[in-house]
């Protein structure tokens, strides 16, 4: 039975796994914020946000490798769960490889819809190209986290990450002293760590994993590929609209000037690290539900969600209190600027507003990823984004920047009223059959297995 204990004992871990997720772009800002040079820091900020696009955009082999080894282990069905690993690790690789053989049109386009200030292109080219070369083993940690957390070995992914980014915390401090261009070093430095926290992943997961000739056959059934991506493209498509906005965030801010780009790029990362610790305790939602499908629990799924509800709470509360008291010394953390931390400030009082709004987003989220179920997702961001359009044309010609928070607040609102709606009607479904034998869903696509 799913209790809170049992609950957090897998929670804790996955929030702090994903509230360092961020942290490479939040140690990139810091680090580069305190050079004062706000060039470099809207540099870095614009390749932030490239990279936050390019990996994003490929999220789901995290998301669906948890879901699909926690349905795997749910059936007892270890060859199932061994190729929810090497499945999407060859995707990775060979996505990974793509970018870099189309490095510069990825390069020059982004540049082209980003950069506004000629001053800044060489600094965003310079960090673009360095990190590319590091794309194939930054999508293969994904995926070999999200094997790890389907497993429940969540501590294990918690003690990758952290080691990542320490190591790339220390390589950022060494190499902005050791190179002469700022924005190289913290290039070279967060691509190295990105490189090495693969590694670290492959050297945890190596010895559970048995290799054999029908292993590779397996591995080379193309139909096997054509389904994965089929059942993932719900979750391509959600996040080609969650990166559409924040291009279009990001763009925006830099045509009200340099200041307000580097301030928005700084608010933007405290919005990561809430956001990655609301997905923490969706990732657990993910395990425990991808268990009770394989199990079909409808007891488990309803005791998971009650929880998670419960945990989301406290999480709120306590972050938008913490956010209110230490405003001073989390501006202070980022920049001794006097101009841009007076920047900053004026925009602050949103980032207070956004873990009301956005966090049973990250929450239902997690639900459906356990569900096997990427529909309703997809479709509040589809809403979210109509939203934040219409909210877009009509605020920012009147109150410039605060329109453009206005309408990433009404965007995060959106998606979550519109999961919540779909996890009630999909809930209703679910335990509207009081048959615990066969098929539990009336969706086929819920609990397809990948053979």
């Known amino acids: 039975m799913v209790s809170a204990k049992s609950f957090w004992l897998i929670a804790y871990p996955l929030v702090l796994a994903g509230f360092s997720t961020p942290l490479l772009g939040v140690v990139d800002t810091i680090v580069i914020a305190n050079t004062g040079q706000l060039t470099a820091i809207g540099a870095v900020a614009i390749g932030a946000v490239v990279f936050n696009t390019l990996y994003w955009l490929f999220g789901f082999l995290k998301i669906s490798t948890s879901g699909f080894t926690a349905q795997a282990l ?73 094997w790890l957390i389907g497993h429940g070995r969540v501590r294990t992914a918690l003690a990758i990450q952290v080691g990542g980014n320490v190591l790339n915390i220390f390589l950022d401090v060494w190499f902005i002293r050791l190179f002469d261009d700022p924005v190289a070093g913290i290039a070279v430095a967060t691509s190295l760590s990105e490189v090495m926290t693969f590694g670290f992943g492959w050297l945890f997961v190596h010895g559970h994993l048995s290799y054999s000739v029908q292993r590779v056959h397996e591995l080379m059934n193309v139909r096997a590929y054509l389904t994965y991506l089929t059942v993932n493209r719900d979750l391509f498509i959600r996040t080609v609209f969650l ?31 809430i956001a990655y610790w609301f997905s923490g305790i969706g990732q657990a939602s993910t395990v425990l539900i991808g268990r009770a499908i394989g199990q079909k629990s409808k007891a488990a799924y309803r005791r998971t969600v009650q929880i998670g509800l419960r945990f989301l709470l406290w999480s709120t509360i306590g972050i938008t209190l913490l956010l209110s008291v230490a405003q001073g010394g989390i501006i202070r953390l980022f920049t001794e600027d006097l101009a841009l931390r007076s920047t900053i400030e004026t925009y602050y009082m ?20 356990g569900l096997g179920d990427a529909r309703p997702v997809r479709n509040s961001l589809i809403y979210a984004f109509i939203v934040f359009t219409i909210v877009i044309v009509l605020l920012v010609p009147l109150i410039g920047n605060h329109g453009i928070w206005i309408a990433f607040l ?15 009607r999909k809930r209703l479904r679910l335990f509207s059959s009081s048959r615990l034998s066969g098929r539990w869903y009336d969706d086929e696509r819920i609990n397809i297995k990948l053979k």
């Open 243 to 273: 990166l559409l906005m924040t291009g279009w965030f990001t763009s925006l801010g830099a045509r009200q000037g340099v200041e307000t780009l580097s301030a928005n790029a700084i608010l933007f990362q405290l919005q990561y690290l």
């Open 74 to 146: 749910g059936q007892n069905n270890l060859n199932l769960a061994q190729m929810s690993l090497f499945r999407p690790l060859v995707i990775a690789f060979v996505v990974g490889t793509s970018f870099i053989l189309f490095l510069i049109p990825i390069r020059e386009t982004a540049i082209h819809l980003l950069v506004t200030d000629a001053s800044m292109a060489g600094s965003v080219r310079t960090y673009i190209t360095t990190r590319l070369y590091a794309a194939p083993f930054a999508l293969g940690t994904y995926v070999v986290l999200g």
């Open 350 to 369: 949103w980032i207070l507003v956004y873990p009301l709004v956005g966090s049973l987003a990250m929450l239902y989220e997690g639900v459906f990823a």
């Open 410 to 424: 009404c965007f995060s609102f959106t998606r979550s009223i519109a999961l919540v709606m779909s996890e009630r």
